[in-house]
């Protein structure tokens, strides 16, 4: 499965579990309550894995406080424990310490053991619940990273360590990054993943390896305290290790003043986006996975970062810590889980969408690509091409040349040529006209003549070309668009009558250079002021013949175009189209009518910037730079309708040296087409593409809205290794106070797919399994049979997932 068909499964998945079900009620145990059941706590202690430490547990009591310690235990030298905590319930607090002369931690930048400093300790709060469904043992997961100690800090600043003021402050990190900060147990960053290990674990492997690439280098904050940390801690690893620990679990401050506690990221957060994509990107990273600057999950480090530093505060929006303590037993929470689950595919069953929607989004994606920049582009050339056409007939009717070829046409490649003789009908004979499959016509050798005098001259015919003209040393195939102006009609020139075609040009058997039709021949009008200066008015009515793509099939059957644009003369060896009005319509290969309309928006610019030079001259990395495309419009297809802006930059050059764009960026709104063809508002947002030698990525941020159902704010992204075919995803959504984080994978062994919300709830899944574990803040509650499509839980109940 590529990116290309990944993309809709992201976000089927992101829908079926984007709008919340209903409540339900069951108590849980007190904190502290003594019951005959017996629990045991295993984790991970991680910054990368810390060896030989030690981990104590401790008892919080009901007002929040630390109490007694339970039980210690040290690390081994993968950074595992285990600790029985017995009969105990409640609210615990995990402390991992230094033991002098035996505790060091695997850095993860430098790949060696590094002592730590006496001082450094960290810190996971968790609460223990009776086992589920009346057992008398379980396991409960928890780990102890830099991230839940800054969940222990929030908790602890907000008043206490109550169950609500853990829950408020567990989903704080969660929505930072995106996994259960004391429930998912991260792998090791250097060492091969696990059988079964989940793309949270590996995830959660990269954010202790940025951690880790923070203290290794200069940091980017502008914070006081974290600076002078790092000069005290001069070439010390293990100091600087700390420095960073505390950078983190010190940054959100914690306000209680107003009355009801608000957290609000800090300036210690700024540098976490780049140094978890320079983790990832480490030739050290061996979890099989990796997170881009193009990944969900730094789009939002980087977004908070920016707020942050523009902040006349120093920090970020502050975010309510109002989660309330959960009473749910973790059978029903996982209960309510798969019922949302199940009652949100329904909704989108009903309509007027349904799970096609996904598809309806990638066909709309693929129309914005394939066909909205292609017909504004191409037509803009074509415009080029015309505004040369009129200024050769001026200056040949007027004798400023006696040559009847126009000079090299800077940022095109073909050109424009004077004719004498009658205007043509059609581009060869009847016979040599093709319908709209595609398939060449007919061999024909053209028989125009070239203009031999101003007063013999008739009409005008230019051509773009793609790829080189053949010849008999070097032969092959040239794609051209042809459009032959009718310069002698009285309405010169304010209307001049054009026909048009794509076709081939290639040699027959005998060697000789022949042409073949693509298309039949298309025909409209255009307007120029007689001047033909740069920079004046252009109209263009009619059919325009499409291009070709790098393996020579057509891009459409045709362009109907009616639009209004000018033409700037090139600065810094950028040309610029501006089109001020009008419409496009893109009719496919094999249709009748138009698949994709494009009306431009009174409210916006469209520029088509586009580098100029000589044939032959290579287009510099600097002019490239300047390329860009910046449409303003509201975009119909059959899949669905866009109105926004569209901006495609980065551009490189492809094998016929035409600009491809390595980056794509609408903000805007979505709607898409769903059961019976019926289109509803669905996304408004940004949604963005890049493509690199290396990978390509798709993702998007904004709000998400299904009839009847309340909005969503999302954030999505896929990325696709381009080498090796591995695809990542990510994603989240945020409503009604609950978040919801999706991440998944598909290499060469198989896919897996993690869903998991704040609450606790976490199911990964793995196309190599038959069954994947439910859990509830790490402590199993139900098994999902994938064959048989049933949930069991631990109680012994049952419920199938159709």
């Known amino acids: ?172 990190v969660f929505d930072l990054i995106g996994v259960d900060p004391v429930a998912t147990k991260p792998i090791d960053f250097s060492s091969a993943a696990p059988a079964g290990a989940t793309d949270d674990q590996k995830r959660y492997a990269l954010f202790n390896a940025a951690v880790s690439q923070m203290a290794s280098g200069a940091p980017s904050t502008t914070d006081a305290t974290t600076l002078a940390c790092f000069t005290a801690a001069a070439g010390d690893a293990g100091k600087k290790i700390k420095c960073a620990t505390d950078q983190i679990a010190k940054s959100v401050t914690v306000s209680t003043s107003s009355g009801s506690a608000t957290a609000a990221i800090n300036s210690k957060l700024v540098g976490l986006g780049d140094a978890l994509v320079a983790a990832a990107s480490d030739s050290k990273n061996k979890t099989g996975t990796t997170i881009t600057a193009d990944d969900a999950a730094t789009k939002l480090l980087k977004a908070i970062e920016k707020d942050v530093k523009a902040s006349t505060t120093g920090t970020a929006a502050p975010i309510k810590l109002d989660t309330p303590a959960e009473t749910l037993s ?129 009409w005008v015919g230019c051509s773009v070309n793609q790829g080189t003209l053949p010849t008999v040393a070097k032969p092959g195939t040239q794609y051209r668009r042809s459009m032959l102006f009718d310069m002698s009609v009285a309405s010169y020139p304010s209307t001049v009558p054009y026909i048009a075609v794509t076709r081939l040009r290639t040699l027959d058997g005998t060697g000789a250079l022949v042409q073949q039709n693509l298309t039949p021949t298309f025909s409209g009008s255009i307007s120029l002021p007689a001047s033909a200066v740069p920079g004046a008015a252009v109209a263009l009515v009619g059919d325009v013949p499409p291009s070709v793509t790098s393996a020579g099939v057509l891009m459409a059957a045709r362009y109907a175009v009616n639009v209004q644009a000018a033409l700037t003369s090139p600065a810094t060896g950028v040309a610029q189209l501006a089109l001020t009005a009008g419409s496009f319509a893109v009719v496919p290969v094999g249709a009748s009518s138009a698949s994709l309309t494009l009306d431009l928006s009174p409210e916006g610019a469209t520029l088509v910037s586009a580098p100029v030079v000589d044939p032959g001259v290579v287009i510099t990395e600097a002019q490239l730079a300047l390329a860009k495309f910046s449409l303003a419009a509201s975009i119909k297809t059959a899949q669905g309708e866009l109105k926004g802006s569209l901006l495609a930059d980065q551009f490189a050059l492809d094998s016929f040296g035409d600009l491809q764009p390595n980056h794509l960026k609408f903000t805007g709104s979505i709607a898409a087409a769903g059961t019976g063809a019926a289109v509803a508002p669905f996304l408004t947002g940004t949604l963005e593409g890049t493509r690199s030698g290396t990978s390509k990525a798709v993702s998007f941020a904004g709000t998400l809205a299904l009839p009847g159902r309340p909005s969503a704010a999302l954030t999505l992204s896929v990325t696709e290794t381009v080498a090796s075919g591995n695809v990542s995803l990510t994603g989240r959504y945020e409503q009604d106070k609950v978040t919801v984080a999706l991440t998944g994978s598909q290499t060469s062994s198989g896919q897996t797919l993690t869903l998991a919300d704040s609450g606790g709830v976490s199911v990964s899944v793995a196309s190599s399994g038959l069954t994947a574990a439910v859990t509830v803040s790490g402590r199993n509650a139900a098994t999902v049979d994938k064959d048989r499509g049933r949930v069991t839980y631990a109680d012994g109940t049952f419920e199938t997932l159709n």
Do not use: H
């Open 330 to 458: 973790d059978i029903v929470k996982a209960k309510l889980f798969f019922s949302r689950l199940r009652s949100n595919a329904a909704a989108l069953k009903n309509g007027p969408l349904d799970t096609g929607l996904s598809d309806g989004v990638k066909a709309f994606g693929d129309s914005l690509n394939n066909e909205a920049l292609a017909v504004t582009g191409q037509t803009g050339q074509l415009l080029k091409l015309s505004s040369v056409a009129f200024q050769l007939w001026n200056d040949y009717k007027s004798g400023a040349t006696t040559n009847p070829n126009s000079v090299a046409i800077p940022g095109l490649s073909g050109g424009c040529t004077v004719y004498e003789g009658s205007f043509p009908v059609r581009f060869g004979a009847e016979a040599n006209a093709v319908g709209s499959d595609g398939k060449p016509g007919t061999a024909y050798v053209g028989g125009s003549t070239t203009a031999t005098s101003a007063s013999a001259a008739a």
């Open 1 to 172: 499965m590529k990116l290309k068909t990944l993309a809709p499964t992201l976000i089927t998945t992101a829908l079926l579990a984007a709008c919340g079900g209903g409540g339900g009620s069951d108590t849980g145990s007190g904190g502290g309550a003594a019951t005959t059941s017996s629990t045991t706590l295993s984790g991970v202690a991680s910054k990368g894995p810390l060896k030989k430490a030690l981990v104590t547990a401790y008892r919080v009591d009901s007002a929040g406080k630390l109490g007694a310690k339970i039980t210690e235990k040290e690390t081994d030298d993968s950074g595992g424990y285990t600790l029985d905590l017995g009969s105990y319930t409640g609210a615990v607090q995990l402390v991992v310490s230094v033991i002098a002369g035996k505790t060091t931690s695997a850095d993860e930048a430098t790949g060696v053991d590094v002592s730590l400093p006496a001082d450094f300790t960290l810190r996971a709060t968790t609460v223990v619940s009776a086992p589920a469904g009346g057992g008398s043992t379980q396991v409960q997961n928890a780990s102890i990273t830099p991230f839940t100690e800054l969940a222990s800090k929030i908790a602890e600043d907000s008043g206490g360590l109550s169950a609500a003021n853990i829950a408020s402050a567990t989903k704080v």
